[in-house]
T-cell receptor, first 113, second 113 residues
Framework: SAVISQKPSRDICQRGTSLTIQCQVD?????MFWYRQQPGQSLTLIAT?????????ESGFVIDKFPISRPNLTFSTLTVSNLSPEDSSIYLC??????????FGPGTRLTVT | DQQVKQNSPSLSVQEGRISILNCDYT??????FLWYKKYPAEGPTFLIS?????DKNEDGRFTVFLNKSAKHLSLHIVPSQPGDSAVYFC????????????FGKGTRLHILP
């Protein structure tokens, strides 16, 4: 199994600012994923982050709004830029384990005022 | 268009009784299904999975049933315990493992004393 930590666990940010979320895994993993869970919604994949290459973004998500870094096999950051109230959500990082199971971090709850 | 549907946003079950959580899917290319459990302020954790070559998989108190013809799966928890109170996400993975896992919106299960 993989143990995943995220920082911060929650934050309240003003409109127009940015928040960078850190994700640390206790083992080396090739693929890391960033998800968003808005209230009452399913987990929505934002992007897949592979070490040494550009992140792959899902439809509706762009690099300018959600820049991602993946400097090594145990760490990644997701920045949510130019915040608006619609960005209020829980952001989760995840890694792929065996048999297609995914391990998730505890999430970062973002509130934009 | 939701490919994985959990039509019941919430469910209340008496402690000791059976909890049945349902999930429907629309994409016939899905061939692997997973259930995740999520407590507040924590990330989802993998619970149980089933491959499309099976119609049942059991792990302790948890059993997942798959009806491919109806594109329906269900998670049975017997007997239900207070610690089972959580949000349960159904997820599906297509034959092409390069495609992303698709999550339902989740069902909040309340176990009543």
């Amino acid at each position: 199994s993989a143990v995943i930590s995220q920082k911060p666990s929650r934050d309240i940010c003003q409109r127009g600012t940015s928040l960078t979320i850190q994700c640390q895994v206790d083992s080396q993993v090739t693929m890391m994923f960033w998800y968003r869970q808005q209230p009452g919604q399913s987990l929505t994949l934002i992007a897949t982050a592979n070490q040494g290459s550009e992140a792959t973004y899902e439809s509706g998500f762009v690099i300018d709004k959600f820049p991602i870094s993946r400097p090594n096999l145990t760490f990644s950051t997701l920045t949510v830029s130019n915040l608006s109230p619609e960005d209020s959500s829980i952001y989760l990082c995840s890694v792929l384990a065996h048999a297609y199971e995914q391990y998730f971090g505890p999430g970062t709850r973002l509130t934009v005022t | 268009d939701q490919q994985v549907k959990q039509n019941s946003p919430s469910l209340s079950v008496q402690e000791g009784r059976i909890s049945i959580l349902n999930c429907d899917y629309t994409n016939s290319m899905f061939d692997y299904f997973l259930w995740y459990k999520k407590y507040p302020a924590e990330g989802p954790t993998f619970l149980i999975s089933i491959s499309s070559i099976k119609d049942k998989n059991e792990d302790g108190r948890f059993t997942v049933f798959l009806n491919k013809s109806a594109k329906h799966l269900s998670l049975h928890i017997v007997p239900s315990q207070p610690g089972d109170s959580a949000v349960y996400f159904c997820a599906a993975l297509p034959l092409n493992r390069d495609d992303k896992i698709i999550f339902g919106k989740g069902t909040r299960l309340h176990i009543l004393p």
